[in-house]
């Protein structure tokens, strides 16, 4: 009886501790996007988005245009300005810009568009495509929990919040 009670008694504490997060080894899960690899982009659209590389690690401030900090729709109205083409300021502004684009047939410089918010199909969110090859799309973007990065379709989030593309160049 002496030796079960502390056997008991371990097995209740090895038991009742958890961690309050679980931790996974995989990797992101990620989807293939069937897109056409041919067309070359403009100079245009090149030099569009390597102004906006330029604000790549710059945080995050909500109605920002600046590298003190800015938001998505402030990154594609600041970089298509410096190149003299006027856009609207907002998302929703920029969801109605343009001639809409199959993701299949997206090229350098064209808009992505997605909705972030759970159970929503509202674009709230836009980024500028940087590269385009067999099965992945890359965009640049202004996130609010990291600042200006450049992401991929083919991640899980990005995969399922895609709403549309559109060309403005």
């Given at each position: 009886m002496k030796h079960i009670i502390p056997f008991i008694i371990l097995l209740l504490l090895a038991s009742s501790c958890k961690s309050k997060k679980s931790y996974s080894s995989k990797k992101k899960q990620t989807h293939t996007v069937k897109v056409n690899t041919t067309a070359k982009p403009s100079k245009m659209a090149e030099s569009v988005v390597n102004f906006a590389q330029t604000f790549d690690g710059t945080r995050y401030k909500y109605g920002g245009t600046t590298k003190k900090g800015m938001d998505c729709s402030?990154?594609?109205?600041?970089?298509?300005?410096?190149h003299n083409v006027?856009?609207?300021?907002?998302t929703s502004g920029l969801q109605g810009t343009g001639d809409w684009v199959d993701l299949k047939s997206v090229n350098v410089g064209d808009l992505v568009f997605f909705a972030t918010?759970?159970?929503?199909?509202?674009?709230?969110?836009?980024?500028?495509?940087?590269?385009?090859r067999t099965g992945n799309v890359e965009f640049i973007h202004a996130s609010s929990s990291r600042g200006?990065?450049?992401?991929?379709i083919a991640e899980k989030y990005w995969y399922f919040a895609f709403v549309q593309a559109r060309r403005v160049l």
């Open positions: 402030g990154l594609i109205y600041t970089s298509f300005k410096k006027t856009l609207p300021r907002t918010n759970k159970n929503s199909r509202k674009v709230n969110h836009v980024g500028i495509v940087t590269n385009v200006v990065m450049t992401s991929s």
